[in-house]
């Protein structure tokens, strides 16, 4: 069935339409391609990587290196890439998938395989000529060369706009000369070639180039950077000392590298989002495995309350990370069908697919990012002083979690975008965030409506639920932008606030949409844990949307303004029933127990 | 003024009395004595730690134990002996003060310091004969010997009394031969005795032994462990081999064994709690420094919304850690004089001082090592890229508070025991927990009281919140007991949510009558950011207590119990008036930026 215009959401819009758990795509609706795929991928990854965790630990980058090369020849670098430039072509939810499983031992060739496969070689897929395609992407796309990308610089991180790099004309204008500093590039110890962002005389906006790695050609490299985690991901400084370019080599036009660098980003978050997912199960796995044979006071850990309650968050924000990835990332695929279908070249419709989404590609980054570094902590606290020591798997992935928050945008900036854009989609018209906005003022002004839903039916309270955590949101932002316009911007604490808020309304539902389409094909019995997770996963999001909203209101609002504000709050956070959720907890840490690993 | 009786609260009372804010002593309390102390240990600080930062994370042991003698030759070591074995004899809040000052350089240190000093030196001045304290207690006070502490074993860890190791008498009646395994120990690698906890025959409970560290005895030692943090601090395996111990060195009696390893873990927690200090404030300064100097989009990060927030956040958690650990300090300190002055010799009554207070101790290792690990994490971000390296100081920061939530007893187990050992005392009528508890309930039944404090007085609004939250952990825990009876402790995650209820109350309540104490003396104008601070930390525990209070409510009461608990959930935790909380974040970020400095 081929998604059409109407079916499927533009992005930012979940926050205003109701969703039909049959408009979601789940990781339960992976093909047999899909399967096979993520069998395969899981086969490599116990194989190559998980038996050398301690190599990587040491800083072997050779290593890091040897498995790339060793993924390049099983093809999981050439999932996204097209058929004609040697790929394989698959869709981007493949692509989701493989970055999704290959990810999980060790997040230094984690990161080694995202820089190369997204930020390394997309912006030559999605922005390069003809010819550029031709003469590097099949080589990328084999792992016979790598791909780094050179972006942030000493001086310009977040503010990836303000690079002091500048790329020169030649005389006899056949090469661009450039010269500057690139800083934090990972797999640059390796790689055959840099995107690299530099600056024209005074244009507003950078340029990208694809730049070969030549020592001869002025590019030299600093010393491996020594880091708190990714120990075996090479990151490097790259230093351009009039290296030569030759003209062609300009990606897209002049000034459009910021561009670029921002679309490459794009899809680079909800990679990484993908890329959090298998640590999460493999730690929830390390962790029951552990629980269950550790005894204290003559008891498995596993039983203990205490234990069971961290088995049960860490497998359920697992679950609710893959639900909103693989809704989002089919999401992002069927647009792109769309484009095509609609004349669209591949690229384009590539580029505008994943642009659409850019703000749930944010909300997937900082959510799943964070979950991990719990999940990882977690982990540590389950095993005790065993956590503590480098000889257990603990300790590396709460390290190489750490970078998750930090790289591809921070995530304050990218709490900050997806408000940011939210807002400007509704100033554009493209998401109708004004009228529900009315409409939730004018339902606080009224009496609040005893319609109720039939609580018997299952997930009725939580779909109401996540309707007012809608309202929520269309309040608490709807009233800050009235008050401060553009300038919200300026109000950061606000708009973290509010991301925060949002972020939950997604993953939320998400959790909802995946389990609710799963009942109706499997049955309620067979989903009972994941029923509990759904709910759990809510409980959870309606706290936060509490203190957030809370936060927001008594900082912007005063007087009666305020006080109508607090009641539409408590209005829309209060259950008609709640859940009893140590019993939830329960019901998820049995079954992980039962089955001795994550197994949803 | 010599603390009576009448004047202090027993250990848990806070929770049902009101405690005056000039009853409770402050960091500006200081003597000149401890002013001067304080300088000076930061003075060592700054000369031998600070600079050798990076010896101490390349795994420098022969620098810690060298720091160590140095510590000694200062005398940092002896402060809490008494006199007549060579220390200082100062009191139990100058003994917090040092492990405070002297820990902010690296957890290396540290722990090496605090094991030493706590767990290593303590049994022995606490529980020793006068023969072993002459004989031993001397050399510790001076650096000449160091101590160890070996009680986990590797099937023993937070089970501590289910370890292994046997010390059996011998034939002719004058040793005990050790033999067993003992893991983790601190300070192993270059400590000169043992504490040894051992089981003899089939007793219930361990004994204390005095071992000597000679390896002509028997005694062995494992590599040193590689941990995820706290790299310089030596950590090994210590088996003993028939280990021959001199009868007159067991520690009290047989038997004995387990009391004396919980109320050295009573110390342990609360100084563990006052290490954690100094990290957070030199983690802000090093994170404001950087803040006001590092700038993107033109601006000094420290501009930005969303690093002002971070950096009000550590500030006021470490400020709030100051004010809850120095409060109770104190009240260890006096209830230690009153004890003497009724009879107690010193020993006992320093046993009974820190017992009676070990609520509070478990209530401030669990906050207080939360708190650092935020602090340093969110010093991490606000370093972007440069904090995920080693190069700058806040990786190292972050691995070493990973350690503190672990040992002197997991967080859990602290969190357990804090409810735990409250619920006992109230059963054992050591607090009056059930009338209070009755009266919350009636006042439930009854009408709301529309009785409101002035508004116009500072913190009157606090205060009234303050003595709401304690109403809602009789609520909720009154209710939890009424149901369960002692069986509550197998209802972990019950107890779990209690407790954070109780931790956020003591912690709330001491920053508050702190900064109302110097508000009086030194007035309100230079206490306009300790205010903001107080506030700020009221509305997150109030926060804290909302979500935990639920989660409680909703897991073991149904229908109109439910529905009346959730009413005094809402009424208990509703402000009258709201404060701005992002303008209290800009207050408190302001001065630091000012000041460019933790600062208060
Ligand atoms: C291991 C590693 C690998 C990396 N790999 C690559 C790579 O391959 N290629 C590449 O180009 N880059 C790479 N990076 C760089 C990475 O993308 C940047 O570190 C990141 O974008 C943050 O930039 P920064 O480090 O300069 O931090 P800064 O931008 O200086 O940020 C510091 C702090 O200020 C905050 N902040 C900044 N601006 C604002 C604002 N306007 N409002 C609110 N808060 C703000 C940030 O959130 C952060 O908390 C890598 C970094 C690391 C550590
Ligand atoms: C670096 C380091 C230094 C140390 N130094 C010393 C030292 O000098 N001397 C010394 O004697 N020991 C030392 N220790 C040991 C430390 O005290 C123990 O690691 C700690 O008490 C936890 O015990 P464990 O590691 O066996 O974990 P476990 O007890 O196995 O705990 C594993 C998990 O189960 C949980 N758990 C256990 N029991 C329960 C329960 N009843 N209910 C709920 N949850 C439970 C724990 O909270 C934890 O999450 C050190 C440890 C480390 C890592």
Aim: aromatic share 8%.
């Amino acid at each position: 069935m081929e998604a059409t215009e109407k079916d499927i959401l533009r992005g930012g819009q979940f926050l205003v339409k109701e969703t039909s758990c049959e408009d979601i795509f789940t990781p339960e609706d992976f093909s047999e391609e899909q399967q096979m795929m993520k069998e395969s991928v899981i086969e490599f990854n116990d194989r190559e990587i998980i038996p050398n965790k301690a190599r990587f630990e040491a800083k072997d980058y050779a290593l890091t290196e040897e498995c790339m090369r060793k993924a390049g020849e099983m093809g999981f670098l050439s999932v996204a890439v097209p058929e004609e430039y040697g790929g394989m072509g698959m869709g981007f939810v493949s692509t989701m998938l493989v970055c999704d499983y290959i990810s999980s031992g060790t997040g230094s060739f984690s990161t080694a395989f995202g820089a190369h496969t997204g930020i390394g070689t997309m912006p030559i897929t999605l922005y390069g000529t003809e010819e550029q395609k031709q003469k590097y992407v099949p080589k990328l796309a084999s792992g016979e060369w790598f791909g780094a990308y050179c972006l942030t610089e000493p001086g310009a991180g977040s503010d990836a706009n303000s690079g002091k790099t500048t790329a020169k004309l030649s005389d006899d204008g056949k090469h661009y000369i450039i010269n500057g500093q690139k800083m934090w590039i990972s797999n640059a110890g390796f790689c055959n070639l840099f995107i690299v962002f530099a600056r024209i005389e005074d244009d507003k906006y950078i340029t990208g180039f694809i730049v070969e790695n030549n020592p001869e050609n002025g590019i030299t490299l600093g010393e491996e950077e020594h880091k708190l985690g990714i120990r075996a991901s090479s990151t490097r400084q790259v230093f351009f000392n009039d290296t030569k370019v030759p003209v062609e080599n300009m990606l897209s036009e002049r000034g459009n590298g910021f561009k670029i660098a921002m679309n490459a980003l794009n899809v680079g978050r909800i990679k990484l989002a993908a890329a959090c997912l298998d640590s999460q199960r493999r730690i929830t796995t390390t962790g029951v495995q552990y629980a269950t044979e550790r005894k204290q006071f003559k008891t498995p850990i596993a039983e203990f309350g205490a234990i069971k309650s961290k088995l049960a968050e860490m497998a359920t924000n697992a679950y609710a990370g893959e639900s909103a990835c693989y809704r989002a990332a089919k999401n992002i695929e069927d647009r792109i069908a769309i484009r095509m279908a609609q004349g669209n070249s591949h690229q384009e419709a590539e580029l505008k697919g994943v642009e659409e989404y850019a703000i749930e590609c944010s909300i997937l980054k900082v959510a799943v990012s964070e979950d991990v570094q719990s999940c990882a902590d977690e982990g540590i606290q389950i095993f005790g002083g065993m956590g503590f020591s480098e000889e257990t798997p603990m300790e590396a992935a709460w390290r190489d979690a750490r970078i998750a928050r930090i790289y591809e945008g921070t995530n304050e900036i990218n709490r900050m975008l997806s408000v940011g854009m939210l807002v400007k989609k509704a100033m554009k018209g493209h998401v109708d965030l004004l009228g529900p906005a009315m409409a939730v003022k004018d339902e606080l002004m009224g009496i609040p409506s005893f319609d109720m839903p039939d609580y018997s039916v299952l997930f009725s309270e939580e779909k109401e639920m996540i309707a007012k955590l809608k309202k929520v949101f269309l309040m608490v932002a709807g009233a800050a932008v009235q008050k401060y316009g553009p300038d919200l911007e300026k109000h950061q604490q606000l708009m973290m606030a509010a991301s925060n808020i949002l972020i939950e309304i997604y993953m939320a539902e998400s959790t909802i949409l995946r389990t609710e389409k799963n009942v109706k094909r499997f049955g309620e019995d067979k989903q009972k844990e994941q029923i509990a997770m759904a709910k759990l996963y809510l409980f959870n999001a309606v706290e936060l949307v509490k203190k957030n909203g809370l936060e927001g209101i008594v900082s912007f609002a005063d007087g009666d303004e305020q006080k109508a504000m607090l009641m539409g709050l408590k209005r829309f956070t209060k259950y008609a029933n709640y859940p009893n959720v140590v019993e939830l907890r329960n019901t998820i840490a049995e079954k992980v127990k039962a089955e001795n690993k994550y197994c949803f």
